[in-house]
């Protein structure tokens, strides 16, 4: 899907489709420097890192294992309580693993804080992030990430695995959402 067929929804582009990708390449080649001769198990965050986790592959030089995990951080309304519950575990065991968290964003970082903590519970020999976006003005609790894509705002973006109302994944470039669709 293209700008055209939801421009009256996008307020902006704020990574185009060229943008990603580059830079997708760039933090592939680092962690293909950072984890020479280890074993990496890439573990994505449904749904918003699908598309991430799949060009991030391809464009790694090596061999990866990938998993998957579910999470959800609920409350009432639209605000989290910081209460993480698993949608989805893991299919396989990490202990002794390098594992590297593939998100689509980290806005306040309490899900993904209490993901790391839970996954190093687990025996992992490492755990490390990877983001394609982050918001630095949202967090709420400091999480070391070690792979950025782009700081961004704190708008209201969808695309690239980002939706809204389910919405808006599939597109390959990073917008802001008109606010005249969720207000």
Avoid: C
């Amino acid at each position: 899907m293209d700008l055209s067929a939801v421009s009256k929804d996008i307020e902006r582009v704020i990574v185009s489709e060229e943008d990603l990708q580059k830079r997708i390449k760039e933090l592939a080649a680092q962690v293909d420097k950072d984890y020479a001769g280890k074993d990496l198990l890439l573990l994505g965050v449904l749904k918003g890192a699908v598309m991430a986790v799949a060009d991030l592959s391809r464009a790694l030089q090596r061999h990866v294992e990938m998993d998957w995990m579910a999470v959800s951080s609920y409350g009432s309304g639209t605000k989290s309580s910081g209460v993480v519950r698993i949608l989805k575990d893991l299919d396989r065991d990490i202990t002794g693993r390098n594992v590297l968290i593939i998100e689509d964003i980290v806005d306040t970082g309490l899900t993904l804080s209490w993901l790391k903590a839970n996954l190093e519970s687990r025996g992992a020999a490492n755990v490390e992030i990877l983001t394609i976006l982050r918001k630095p003005e949202a967090a709420k609790v400091e999480v070391n990430v070690k792979y950025i894509g782009f700081d961004i705002p704190s708008d209201f973006v969808i695309g690239y695995g980002l939706d809204f109302d389910e919405k808006y994944r599939n597109l390959p470039f990073i917008g802001v959402l008109a606010k005249h669709m969720y207000s």
